[in-house]
């Protein structure tokens, strides 16, 4: 008996009469171990990638670089041998930074200059002077301790979580924080950053992908704390003054559909967003995430894979600004009810050398085990770990809040430090690990096509009782109320 066939019976045994275990494991282990050699000899994932970083630069949702973007995933996917891709066009307010600059200190006459960057999607046109007030972590306790103290005022917050702070603040994204500013009366925010040696992030401070009514700017960590430490002994002024640009423009979705041999009307998507900001050209953000979701893709052609399902390989533009993609694909599945067909959506944003597996829903652990034990039998590198949880802010979210599983890779790491050029101006090709990306496509290859080819998914849409009980669960309802998503009347 040869080792593929003695892994199908070994599973076969171990799932017994398990009736969710109970798949189509006899032809799994081999379709695998292809799907294990054809991107270890042949991926394209690392090569594409550093060609696009190369030849077109950054991937802003609006931009030319953008537009060059969308293209050149549609052109890949052709030439990989689909015949069904398509671009899903959509309008959104697009907006990209000009000029900022950024003042501060004790003498209102003699302001000291900061390097800065605009978070979008900052104002048009702003030029503002005030007094600087420290709002520490900017969480809606900072200011409900004095609902007046940053009325007319520029907050000064911090990225993350304070050292030093009670034990168990749950952190907020740099939208959510704007919100609050914006809502207890601040005329700007200037937020500093988490990472050493002066590195700016950008990336957007609006909850709605639409312009703000403040200026909302970036500082470096060390800026930041310094002023902040100025601030116990003394009044500090900031001048925060910028332009940027702001109109209508189309963007496109990038979808190829692979039709399902016995359940073409069940849908397995499989996303990553193509747009990146404008610092660096996003090569881990999400360019990891993306030229592997169009790898994946490429294997299941290369090996004319037809699971039972239909599965769709898309390439989401406008995640950074708003997630506005994504939410434009979920508003037409419900428009055109095909939100029905979507049985799960894997999301692979900034995914890198998984070692197992996640997923928004606990009963699914035993199918993506399951899965992740012919992984685990092909390279033991891959530990099979499973985590169930869920989270915001990214591609999944839109499919999440109307009740589809979401899931993808879980374990893996962020080569080579690459977290502190997140949104960041270091995000260049140099970061990227090839092996990585290998991993990446080749575990999730995997789980993408044992979805698609279960006999049962253990899960079903959730009723909106349902999604709202998971919500709650998971300490998500403050950060959705902040954002203007939370739809329940309590």
């Not at 959510?176 to 009366?185: H, R």
């Not at 050493?196 to 009514?213: H, M, Q, W, Y």
């Not at 709202?468 to 009347?489: H, V």
């Amino acid at each position: 008996m040869n080792k593929v066939k003695s892994l199908a019976a070994a599973l076969l045994l171990l799932m017994g009469s398990n009736s969710i275990l109970a798949q189509n494991p006899a032809s799994w282990p081999q379709v695998f171990n292809n799907i294990n050699q054809e991107v270890l000899n042949n991926s394209q994932a690392y090569a594409n990638l550093k060609l696009s970083t190369s030849t077109i630069g950054h991937r802003l949702t609006g931009s030319t670089n953008g537009a060059k973007a969308e293209q050149q995933a549609f052109d890949l996917l052709k030439s990989y041998g689909f015949t069904d891709v398509r671009f899903q066009t959509f309008e959104v307010e697009s907006w990209s930074r000009g000029t900022i600059a950024v003042k501060v200190g004790v003498n209102p006459n003699n302001l000291a200059p900061v390097k800065a960057v605009s978070l979008a999607h900052a104002p048009v046109k702003a030029n503002i002077t005030g007094t600087l007030v420290d709002m520490g972590n900017g969480l809606e306790e900072d200011y409900k301790a004095d609902v007046n103290k940053v009325k007319g005022k520029i907050a000064l917050v911090y990225l993350g979580i304070l050292p030093g702070s009670k034990e168990g603040l749950k952190n907020l994204h740099r939208s959510e924080k704007t919100a609050l500013a914006i809502k207890y009366g601040a005329t700007g925010i200037i937020i500093f950053n988490t990472v050493d040696n002066g590195v700016l992030l950008t990336g957007t401070a609006s909850v709605t992908g639409k312009l703000i009514p403040i200026p909302a700017v970036c500082i470096g960590k060390e800026d930041g704390f310094a002023i902040k430490e100025q601030l116990k002994t003394s009044d500090q002024t900031a001048q925060i003054t910028l332009t940027n640009f702001s109109g209508k423009i189309k963007a496109r979705n990038v979808i190829a559909t692979l039709k399902g041999k016995t359940l073409p009307n069940e849908k397995i998507v499989v996303g990553g967003h193509l747009d990146s900001w404008d610092l660096a050209t996003g090569a881990i953000d999400n360019g990891i995430g993306s030229f592997s979701v169009i790898d994946m893709a490429r294997t299941f052609k290369a090996l004319q894979l037809q699971p039972a399902r239909t599965v769709e390989f898309v390439l989401f533009m406008g995640e950074e600004q708003g997630l506005l993609g994504s939410k434009h694909y979920v508003a037409q599945a419900l428009k055109d009810k095909s939100i029905n067909q979507v049985r799960y959506m894997l999301n692979y944003d900034m995914t890198n050398d998984p070692t197992g597996y996640s997923s928004s829903r606990e009963e699914t652990k035993a199918l993506f085990e399951s899965i992740g034990a012919i992984a685990q039998h092909i390279d033991t590198a891959f530990k099979n770990t499973f985590r169930s949880g869920v989270g915001l802010h990214s591609d999944h979210q839109p499919f999440m809040l109307q009740g589809v599983a979401t899931g993808g890779a879980g374990g893996g790491k962020l080569p080579n430090n690459s977290g502190r050029c997140y949104h960041a101006d270091c995000d260049d090709f140099d970061l990227v690990d090839e092996k990585g990306m290998q991993n990446t496509v080749r575990y999730n290859a995997m789980l993408t096509y044992g979805l698609a080819d279960a006999e049962l998914i253990p899960v079903k849409r959730q009723t909106d009782m349902e999604i709202k009980a998971m919500l709650i669960k998971n300490n998500l309802k403050e950060a959705l109320q902040i954002a203007g998503d939370w739809r329940w009347k309590d």
